[in-house]
């Protein structure tokens, strides 16, 4: 009796599902595939952090732009823990969406199963891994803004006083190493023997323990920090020196410390996804190539508040290494080796 | 920089002080949980949303202190839904704290949405500024470690100050002490068991909470959703380390943070080149399991931790 009882409440709530189920199933899929041949792509996104928050920004921003221009319908899921990342994947999978977009950078195993099952859909995914040739709807991406870093590394070198350059990592994943590498490359062409302090926090958001690490940089130093994580520019501008930005431009929250930035565009590598699906033809593909700066994907922003404030030999250099990475007769290194404190 | 030059560097210990506060205010909460017999893991989510609740109240035009006391009202709040289900109704008391923590944080991400559906990035206030104390300030190194410091860092001294003197030298730390080791006791002193524990959650919660603010509001002017970053286990640990006293516990805390600071400046000295970096942040757990080992041989565990009080049962 027991049993029978406990079961009611069960099949009621069961019964419940399966019929909200069938109601996403109409809502979701029936209607848009229809749509699919030329009507705006539906995009989703996923994501790890609430979208304000640096890296993920660039690539909300650029989907907002793209469904701005009718090219697609957008919707996203923020704040996605890895753990329940290849669930939502599967969800907006089953909901019949052309694109999804994202980052498994922590579940890079378990995201390529998914991408498996769902041949359909075209997945664009941030990954330290290259593409899977036996996963055709599976191409990856991530801000390979080396160009724009290596610039803003010129600036940086032309800006240190004492000569010595403190660097706050998260954790030395391929994306950070090459854009320091690429920043100290940077700074050595305006002196080879500027000291660099490198240095990983083990975490993405603590800005509390980035602002530490800089300070115990500053301390020993480093006037010019190159503010990977957020918390930096604050221990700079606590102290009264400068600091570089990196994939976004922070200038306006730190008028007296950013001097220069190197900023990522996603909007050229999204739109490639765009065009590719919208036209069948989305394979596996590495759009790391779509951050360089000759794609538009990356650039140095504005000096702005700075502007007349850096050695005009720094401005010729960058503006000379523009033309040539632009041209393609200088191409900046990419390192993807864990950087080491010189 | 040479390993003596760090550990006698005035800006050195300033660092490990200023690292220590958010966990001393932690620890103290859930001291005084513990002390009662309540084990509260809800700690790590109630510091996310004290964090938040802080900086958001200064955000939205409140004083700083008024931020403050925000924050510790919704620790307060949390630690009310903890003590219900965990004291009268006597549930497990892992499952509730860690559910608590699930829920505080997910509550907290759903209301910085709400409030903040579109911005570009989080807000800056007016963060708690360093306050110089007269004269003691001046003192060669422990003025700059001990006096340099931002207020929130002073009150959480005379947290643990007070919490010891309220434990031990009062008929209601008596009380609190007395819940966690004999609720009996309690009862027969015709106490009620049940207010006292629920006493000790909500206000311990309280002050974890704060912890929490001070990230958001003195060691750094804005909130991300993933800065508590672990503080509140390490301060469950704190406690296990302090004995569950609060001069062992706040000494466990200045500890675990100057290992940390240490760790900071040690990796920019020709020894950081040879090791990878992990060995550096795992320094201050891994130290920090070695000095637990060494303190806990006499550890004296409240006798009633964990175990639910039902009155009149025998």
Not at chain 2, 189 to 199: E, H, I, P
Not at chain 2, 268 to 276: E, F, S
Request: some cysteine; glycine content about 10%; hydrophobic content about 50%.
């Amino acid at each position: 009796m027991t049993e029978r009882n406990r079961l009611t409440p069960f099949s009621r709530r069961r019964f419940l599902a399966t019929s909200a189920m069938g109601a996403l199933a109409t809502g979701l899929v029936g209607l848009p595939r229809a749509a699919r041949a030329d009507g705006p792509l539906r995009v989703a996104g996923i994501y790890t952090v609430p979208v304000e928050q640096q890296w993920v920004s660039r690539i909300h921003v650029a989907a907002l732009a793209a469904q701005e221009r009718g090219d697609i319908t957008y919707t996203y899921s923020e704040n996605t823990s890895n753990t329940d990342y290849s669930r939502v994947m599967r969800e907006y999978a089953e909901g019949g969406y052309d694109l999804i977009i994202g980052e498994i950078f922590g579940v890079e195993a378990e995201a390529r199963e998914v991408a498996a099952e769902y041949p359909d859909t075209a997945l664009l995914m941030g990954s330290s891994f290259k593409e899977d040739p036996a996963l055709p709807n599976l191409a990856v991406f991530d801000n390979y803004i080396q160009d724009a870093a290596y610039l803003s590394g010129i600036i940086a070198g032309a800006m240190t006083k004492t000569g010595n350059i403190g660097m706050v990592g998260g954790f030395p994943i391929p994306e950070v190493n090459r854009l320091k590498h690429a920043f100290m490359a940077g700074a050595r062409e305006m002196n080879p023997d500027i000291r660099f302090q490198v240095s990983f926090i083990g975490s993405w958001f603590d800005p509390p323990k980035a602002k530490e690490t800089a300070y115990a940089m500053i301390e020993n130093g480093a006037d010019i920090l190159y503010a990977e994580r957020f918390g930096v520019s604050d221990a700079a501008k606590e102290k009264g020196l400068l600091a570089i930005g990196n994939v976004i431009d922070t200038q306006s929250d730190y008028p007296d410390t950013v001097v220069a930035s190197a900023i990522w565009h996603f909007e050229p590598t999204l739109d490639k996804a765009i065009a590719e699906v919208k036209a069948g033809t989305f394979t596996a593909a590495d759009y790391g190539v779509y951050s360089f700066m000759k794609e538009g994907g990356c650039s140095l922003a504005p000096l702005g508040t700075f502007e007349g404030k850096v050695p005009q030999a720094a401005l010729d250099l960058v503006a000379a290494r523009t033309a040539a990475i632009m041209d393609g007769s200088y191409v900046v290194e990419i390192n993807d080796e864990e950087p080491k404190s010189s | 920089m040479d390993i003596l030059d760090i550990l006698l560097s005035a800006s050195f210990w300033a660092a490990a002080i200023r690292i220590a506060s958010p966990l001393i205010f932690a620890t103290m909460g859930e001291l005084i949980c513990e002390r009662a017999g309540v084990l509260n893991l809800g700690i790590e989510g109630i510091m996310v949303a004290g964090a938040f609740a802080g900086w958001i109240a200064v955000w939205a035009g409140l004083p700083l202190w008024g931020g403050v006391a925000v924050a510790m009202l919704v620790g307060m709040g949390f630690g009310l839904i903890h003590s219900i289900l965990s004291v009268p109704f006597g549930l497990s008391q892992h499952v509730v704290g860690v559910g608590l923590t699930l829920l505080a944080t997910a509550l907290t991400f759903y209301t910085y949405r709400v409030v903040l559906p579109e911005v570009s990035s989080p807000p800056k206030i007016q963060a708690f500024q360093v306050y110089e104390v007269p004269f003691l300030s001046e003192l060669p190194l422990i003025g700059p470690a001990l006096f340099s410091q931002t207020p929130l860092t002073y009150a959480a001294f005379i947290l643990a100050g007070l919490t010891a003197y309220v434990l031990y030298r009062t008929p209601l730390g008596l009380a609190v002490r007395a819940a966690g080791e004999n609720p009996s006791a309690v009862a027969a002193q015709g106490l009620s068991v049940t207010a006292v524990r629920m006493g000790a959650v909500i206000v311990g919660s309280g002050f974890m909470a704060v912890g929490g603010a001070f990230l958001t509001m003195s060691a750094f002017d804005s909130f991300f959703f993933d800065m508590v970053n672990g503080r509140g286990w390490i301060c469950i640990a704190l406690v296990v380390f302090g004995a569950w006293r609060p001069g062992k516990a706040l000494l466990g805390a200045v500890l675990f943070a100057a290992f940390d600071a240490f760790q900071i400046r040690l990796q920019q000295t020709p020894i950081g080149a040879v090791l990878p970096y992990q060995v550096f942040l795992m320094m201050p757990y891994f130290l920090s399991i070695l000095a637990l080992v060494v303190m806990s041989r006499r550890a004296e565990v409240p006798a009633a931790l964990m175990v639910a009080f039902n009155k009149g049962e025998r």
